[in-house]
């Protein structure tokens, strides 16, 4: 994935220190720059970064979804959220339109990139139809969604240049260890607390999972001191 033509790099200064430290670790890869460079990162998305993101809503959707079918199957999982049309139709079919209904049709960047983090949190979890959404461990969802958005965030907004002065080998070995930093202390350092306590089918389970994208990336910058 690498950033498309239309791709306007924001302006803020937290940004233009996230930049800063991308060339650093071009320049001189290794464990410390890593760590910079996620904190800047961290520092640039919590700044603005979420703004536009449809990312914590539609995860919400999600989850309340995966509970609603566990507790009450999905023909009535599917009429609460007011797609009865989906009921007689494949599983795949249905499993993948929702993706797409929850995520926007990824019309917009931000978009785009929820549907990504979303798709490939499916296939990590072998998530192939609503049956095994309906059976999730929510917080190993939560965990890896989140894990797969910093990632492809951050090579949304810095392929580009990583790619200009390294070759496609060399940049998809940076990307991979920057990947690998997020999602290692995403597993490993994140607290998640009280998730069963949440109403995901309302405003308060968007709330949650935006504070949690907050949480993860306030991780981020604690691991490293200037």
Do not use: H
């Amino acid at each position: 994935m690498g950033t498309s033509k239309g791709y306007i790099a924001p302006t803020k200064i937290e940004w233009s220190k996230a930049k800063r430290a991308v060339t650093s670790l071009i320049k001189e890869p290794n464990s410390s720059n890593v760590a910079k460079v996620a904190s800047k990162y961290a520092t640039a998305m919590k700044s603005d970064g979420f703004s536009k993101s449809r990312m914590p809503k539609a995860v919400s959707n999600i989850i309340g979804l995966a509970r609603n079918i566990k507790s009450n199957g999905i023909p009535y999982a599917l009429e609460n959220i007011g797609r009865s049309d989906l009921i007689d139709k494949s599983n795949d079919e249905i499993f993948n339109e929702l993706l797409l209904y929850y995520t926007n049709n990824g019309a917009t960047k931000e978009d785009a990139l929820a549907l990504d983090a979303l798709s490939l949190t499916m296939k990590n979890l072998q998530i192939n139809d609503l049956e095994d959404l309906g059976s999730i461990n929510e917080e190993k969802f939560l965990r890896e969604i989140l894990a797969e958005f910093a990632g492809l965030n951050f090579e949304f907004r810095f392929y580009e240049r990583i790619s200009k002065t390294k070759s496609p080998k060399e940049t998809q070995v940076i990307l991979k260890e920057i990947k690998g930093y997020l999602r290692g202390n995403i597993y490993e350092e994140l607290k998640i607390e009280k998730m069963n306590e949440i109403d995901f089918e309302n405003l308060a389970g968007q709330q949650y999972i935006r504070e949690i994208c907050e949480d993860a990336f306030s991780v981020f910058e604690d691991l490293y001191e200037e």
